[in-house]
């Protein structure tokens, strides 16, 4: 148990550190000579490596729409039904984020508009490993949809079979997902940025994944002919506020639910209450053996950190320096405590409101900014699958009214040419007057 009065500045940010990320320059230099084989190479090299890596037959890069349409048929009816309640909240949630178009006059005869429109094509990344993750089909593909996305593609890694969780078929087609291609890892990424005969280029990569797929992101975000993407991405956390009242099996839950996506998975706890602290500690080491995946979450929780704030405000100061991806807050009367919350990519009110429904049924989205980037990043939304762009029309009376304003500005600017483009419009319109 650390106690956080007792820290100085520099062991606070101890205390909140963040496990290392595997950023070293052979990773670097790993992916960049995948992303420049794909480049090359293109559909060749994205075989080649997820032969290698994942499907040692594989033969063709695209999931059939029949395929598609088998695997989402053996989807049980209990499954099936869950992920079409995720889907409906998750869309109605989205669909309230429609943003409005503006046009107001600025100066008599000086019209500015504000337009929204769909990212035209954008491509959706889904990990593969040991759990399939039809829920992140889901916040990815659905605000793709709501948007108006005309083109939406999807990279995942096949299995041994040369296919993919059902699961993952059944949301993608709930989605209307355009096309599913059979690669995962940093060469998915390349492909999606760069183009391949099989892969079209696309504007935007959203989604997450390991080490290679995140460096991959970053290093085709940074090149003129690459892709954007939706946001940094490092492991996952979680940071739990509880008080005196809150119930520590809730608490154990809640870090445990964060340990076990992977074994560099943070959780933390902070409080006011010591009992609490050691209460939710064992209820923790408890239900950790009783867990499918406690090979996965015990390293996770051997690195957890248990916080002790002298107050609920002291640990509002905590939660607001680490900047959670998730913050969950077990405390009495918390929604009384939005206010002094600052900073959280997505948070949990109360003792009802575990992270489990964020990441799958709410309605909220569960791509969210992680490793401090919730102090400048957003969760994602509606308008990462858009863009805005403006628009001014001037009149005749508008160029009279606002020119000698734009004329003054450019010159003091030193910039001659832009001068001149108002000059000889105020020039013709006088000779008009005449």
Not at 354 to 382: F, I, Q, W
């Amino acid at each position: 148990m650390i106690t956080w009065s007792s820290l100085s500045v520099n062991e606070k940010k101890q205390a909140l550190a963040r496990p290392a990320m595997a950023n070293s320059q052979q990773l670097k230099q790993t992916v960049g000579e995948i992303i420049a084989r794909v480049e090359a190479e293109g559909d060749t090299a994205v075989l080649d490596y997820t032969r290698r890596f994942d499907c040692p037959d594989l033969t063709n890069l695209v999931l059939s729409q029949e395929s598609i349409d088998i695997l989402a048929a053996k989807v049980t009816p209990e499954v099936a039904s869950a992920i079409d309640t995720a889907f409906d909240n998750i869309k109605t949630f989205h669909e309230a984020q429609k943003p409005s178009d503006i046009a107001l006059t600025t100066t008599p005869g000086v019209k500015c508009e504000l337009r929204f429109t769909a990212l035209d094509t954008v491509g959706l990344y889904i990990p593969g490993g040991s759990a399939p993750l039809p829920s992140t089909v889901l916040m990815l593909g659905v605000p793709a949809l709501v948007a108006g996305c005309e083109n939406k593609l999807l990279c995942t890694p096949p299995n041994k079979a040369q296919l993919i969780a059902p699961e993952i078929a059944y949301a993608a087609r709930k989605c209307g997902i355009d096309k599913i291609y059979l690669c995962g890892g940093a060469q998915a990424v390349a492909a999606m940025a760069l183009g391949t005969d099989t892969i079209p280029q696309v504007d935007k990569i959203f989604g997450p994944g390991n080490s290679f797929v995140t460096e991959a992101k970053q290093q085709v975000s940074q090149r003129a002919d690459g892709a954007a993407i939706d946001m940094p991405a490092g492991p996952s956390e979680v940071l739990v506020l509880a008080d005196e009242f809150a119930n520590p099996e809730f608490v154990a839950a809640d870090l445990l639910s964060q340990a076990e996506h992977g074994p560099d998975s943070q959780a933390i706890l902070v409080s006011n209450s010591a009992t609490l602290i050691e209460e939710a500690k064992a209820a923790v080491e408890r239900q950790l053996a009783t867990l499918s995946r406690a090979e996965i979450a015990r390293p996770a929780m051997e690195n957890a950190r248990y916080i002790l704030a002298d107050s609920i405000e002291q640990a509002i100061e905590a939660s607001n320096a680490y900047a959670a991806e998730h913050l969950i807050v077990q405390i009495e009367n918390a929604r009384d405590y939005l206010p002094k919350i600052k900073y959280a990519g997505s948070i949990f009110l109360g003792p009802w409101s575990p992270e489990s429904a964020g990441d799958y049924a709410s309605g909220t989205n569960h791509v969210l900014p992680t490793y401090g980037y919730a102090k400048n990043y957003s969760s994602l939304g509606l308008l990462d699958f858009m863009r805005r762009y403006t628009i001014q029309e001037l009149s005749e009376d508008g160029m009279r009214n606002l020119g000698p304003a734009i004329m003054a500005l450019a010159a003091a600017e030193g910039l001659d040419a832009h001068e001149q483009a108002v000059a000889l419009r105020m020039q013709a319109l006088k000779q008009g007057d005449a």
